[in-house]
């Protein structure tokens, strides 16, 4: 069963950062695109970043861009989101999810794996 970790949500001022983690396994690792959507109260989830399965590429939603970084971890086998700036807008449940595609790709269909969630709430 492939199994999706995700940690380092919590709560922090506007203007803060924080770095979410999400690890899995070596084999789900190594065959997939990564990426991070959320999904804030009353909303419906959106893609928030992606990275390709060799690293090289990466993707952002508008929103976040210049904000936000994602990384991949071959060592650790682990995806990281770190996240500056914060706004109140940012405030939701954060999802790892791994598609076993080269690209990371923003449509949510393509992503087999999913992490439980982590909170980030964000304060004015």
């Known amino acids: 069963q492939v199994q999706l970790v995700e940690s380092g949500g919590g709560l922090v001022q506007s203007g803060g950062s924080l770095r979410l983690s999400c690890a899995t396994s070596?084999?789900?690792?190594?065959?997939?695109?990564m990426a991070w959507f959320r999904q804030a109260p009353r909303k419906e989830r959106e893609f928030v970043a992606g990275i390709s399965r060799n690293g090289a590429t990466t993707n952002y939603a508008d929103s976040v861009k210049g904000r936000f970084t994602i990384a991949r971890d071959g060592v650790k086998n682990a995806v990281y989101l770190q996240m500056n700036s914060l706004k109140p807008e940012d405030t939701a449940v954060y999802f790892c999810a791994a598609a076993s595609v080269p690209y990371a790709v923003q449509a949510q269909r393509a992503y087999e794996y999913w992490g439980q969630g982590t909170q980030v709430t964000v304060s004015s």
């Open positions: 070596e084999r789900t690792f190594i065959r997939s695109a």
